[in-house]
């Protein structure tokens, strides 16, 4: 049983994220961090959101049932940042190592 720390999936997040971002040609003033917003930052649609969930459940080859991610009280939640997604996930990744 590993545990997964959340410094080194954020790391990997970013990583994922750069790679879906790269051709979008933003102009993003800062490096990318657990504190950035998907939506606020990185102008992601909804498409793009499950875009990331689909490259995060090849990447660790593991379903990790995003829908209580990305949903509260019955809506969709307006933004999510890099670090609010690598706490779920070790959360998820523990869960299932156990």
């Known amino acids: 049983m590993s545990v997964f720390a959340t410094e ?3 790391k990997t997040l970013v990583a994922i994220v750069e790679d879906l971002i790269q051709d979008w040609g933003l102009d993003i003033d800062a490096t990318i961090t657990g504190h950035t917003m998907l939506v606020a930052d990185l ?10 969930c689909v490259a995060i ?3 660790y080859q593991q379903k990790m049932g995003f829908q209580s991610l990305l949903m509260k009280d ?3 939640v307006s933004d ?6 690598a706490g779920f996930l070790v959360a998820k990744i523990n869960n299932e190592d156990k």
């Open 57 to 59: 459940e090849q990447h």
């Open 80 to 85: 999510l940042s890099i670090s609010q997604i």
């Open 43 to 52: 102008e992601f649609a909804s498409v793009d959101i499950i875009q990331l």
């Open 8 to 10: 080194a999936i954020e």
């Open 74 to 76: 019955g809506s969709y």
